[in-house]
Each structure stands twice: as C-alpha cells, then as structure tokens.
C-alpha cells in the first residue's frame, strides 16, 4: 500500500502557529562578464584541438572525445567544434559518453542523457559509441586500486575529453570537477566511478584524482582535453586545449580562474533559502554545496566556510535531470511536486555511486509553497517573519537576480556589487498556494 508522505498546509500552520510572512523584491549582483559570442564557439573548440598533442597517431586514426552529462553552456557546439577539429587534422572522431553511472547506469540512457543536452549524432556531425563495458588499464601505484575505462576508448588511438572546470561540491583539492575528473571517473563508467568514490571515502578524491590521472597519462593515449571555464551567468567565458604536459598543473591554474567566475550568493547569511529547482544539469549534488555552503552528506570532508544558511526549501526539480534527486537531502522541506517526479531508482543509483546516499534522503513534504515558507520561518528561532533574511533563488547557477526580503534589500542599498531592482511587496501567493511571481533570473 503506498502512503501519502506530503504534510498538509493545515498541519504546518498549526505547528508553527503564527507566522509573518517577508515583503520581497528584486536584488542583481553587478558582474561585468565577458562571454565568447555564441558563433565563435565552434570555431573556438575547433581552434584549441590543435594545441593537443596527437604524436603517434597514424593518418586517419580514431580519436574517442569524451562528453559529460553536465548542462554546459553550448555543449553541442563545444563537442561540435571538437569533433571538426579533430576531422582537420586529418583524424576519424568518435564521442563516448563520459558519465560514470549518469542516465541509470545503461548505454542507452547515457545517449538519451547527451541527447538532453543537445549532443546527438546529427547536431555533432558523428557517431555515438555508448556502453558500460569498461577495461581495467592499470592499478595505482602505492595503493594498487583499478583503474578502468571506457571500452570503445581504450581501442582508440587517442582520447580527448571535453570539460567544464569549476569548483566541486564533495571536496576541495588542487583539481576538482574537470578533466582530470572526467577521465577518473566519466570514463570509469558506473564500476570506475564506484571503485574512485568507494576509495574516496578514506583516500579523498582531492588526492585520487591526480594519481589516477597520471596513470592514464601513462597507460592511454590521452592527447590531452579541451577545458572549458564558465562565467557568473554560465556563459561561455573561455576554450582552451590543454596538452598532456603539464595536464594536472595548467587544470589547477584554470580552476582558480573558475572560483573566481563562478556565481555565489549575495548574502553569506541567510534565515531561508528558497530554490525553485534542483537537478543534475545545475549541480552534481542538485545544489552547488559552494554556494548553500551545505557539504554534510560527504564523508570525511570539511563543509565550506560559508555561508550560514538556517533553512532551505525546494520547489522542484529541473527537466533535464529526469527526477534524479541527488541534493535532495541537503534541503529542510521540500514540495510535494519533488516526490511526484522523483526517479527513485536513478537517484539511488547516482547516489551509491558517489558513495553519498545522505544526499538523497527525502526531507518532510509540504503540499504547497505557502507551507514550505511557514515551515522554513516557523523554524529559524526567534526572529520575526518579516524581519527574517529570506532569499529565493531559480537554481544555485542563476544567482545573477534573486527575490530578497526587505531587511536584505535595506542591506543591498549599500553595496556596490549589489543593485536593488525591485523594491519589497507583499509575497502573493495563488489559490492552490503557490507562489505567484516567475523564477527571479
């Protein structure tokens, strides 16, 4: 028998008892970003494949390009740009997808997966090769832990994966989620990327990602990535093909740049977080744990420093991620829509692989956003409902708008990297009691 596991509105309003709610309008954070213009990021990726080293690659030769599940900003064109430089110079590309345990752990669901994403056989200009078999090509050094990869990469004769960098969410080192991640575990397939986080539980990936990156140095015909880096808005901020010298020290210098460009809060503290969608195309863990500053479901890693956030409440989940729930369990309340579309079996998957099953725990379920909001307020101790520091944001990508409460919105009026766009209003909320206003950016 299957059990209603939503709390009704009437019930939250009688446990929290009287709650105010914030007025809310509109802050922008002032970025001055510089993005490549969308037609020249084919040419671009096209461009940094020949700064690659392809030596020893016979005239004609395969080249595997390894593609991610990650919602990049133009992935297609990226992959695109790839696979007619790699063509130029005189070679035979293939893409594999490069996405440990993503789409349900099956070959088929990695290709619907690129397929979301815009990367097809038509938008790419070539062939798809997915599967989960995977070879063991050598064991690591001091610990003798497997190292795998992809089949259809392995007979390859040479490997490119392509990547975004940018900080990662279960850990800090001097490589995070990049190329070097791609390879370990994108290309481990689901039994890669469960032995990397099984491992990972005492050995860190910050210290496993770079020995077992050397190994494939070593061992494969890795002829080095094309990297990619984003800007505050998830634009296209830079294409650059890193060679496989200096691979793990010119990654190190890229992630830098990428912690500087990527988008954060405004607020380091906050009473309620409102996010209207979570998903794999957002975030690995659904929620950058950069920027919520919630880390507690990984095991023996430091959360971030900041910021301080009392509670989070999650409206849904992105299209993209296809009812995959990973970051689920870092929010306090969530809506009852999430328990509706949520792919219990892809979550669980996603969620044994990375060896972080906390952050798929279901949080208690309100039936609407009126009581997720009395909830959250009902629950921060004693501060007044509208003098609480409440900010809703669409995603923990799209911070460049958010909705603010009224003291955040006095608090903006200050500061220069901050513009007030709206002032505060009433929260309006509709019959069913959801939210009225849009997604703020």
Known sequence: MTRDLTVSEETVRTACGEVTFPRMGIVEQVWDPDPIPTEEIEDRAATAVGDLDFNGVPEGGEVAIGAGSRGIDNLAAIVGGTVRGVRELGYEPFVFPAMGSHGGATAEGQREKLATLGVTEESIGCEIRATMDVVEVGRTPERDVPVYADAHAVEADAIVPVNRIKPHTDFSGDVESGLSKMLVIGMGKQRGAKMAHDWAVDWSLRNMLPEITERLLE?????????????????????EGIPPSGFLKREAELLETAWERMPKLPFDELDVLVVDRIGKDVSGQGMDTNVTGRRHFTIAEPE?????????????????????????????????????????????????????????????????????????????????????????VTDTMR?????????????????????????????????????????PD
Do not use: W
């Open 399 to 439: 911070l460049g708008r958010c909705y603010a409460s009224e003291a955040l919105i006095e608090a903006a009026r200050d500061r220069e990297d901050l513009r007030v766009v709206d002032d505060s209003t009433p929260v309006e909320f509709d019959e069913e009691g959801g939210l009225v206003a849009p997604s």
């Open 304 to 392: 971030p420093e900041s910021p301080d956030v009392k509670r989070i409440y999650v409206r849904g989940f992105t299209e993209k991620t296809k009812g995959n729930a990973m970051g689920m369990g870092a929010a306090d309340f969530v809506h009852r829509d999430l328990l509706a579309e949520l792919d219990s079996s892809k979550s669980l998957i996603n969620a044994i692989t990375a060896s972080t099953v906390r952050g798929v725990r279901l949080p208690p379920i309100v039936e609407t956003d009126r009581a997720g909001l009395i909830a959250s307020l009902g629950t921060i101790g004693p501060v007044a409902g509208d003098e609480a520091r409440v900010l809703r």
């Open 219 to 239: 061992t494969l015909p890795v002829a080095g990535g094309v990297a990619v880096v984003e800007d505050q808005h998830d634009d296209t901020d830079l294409i």
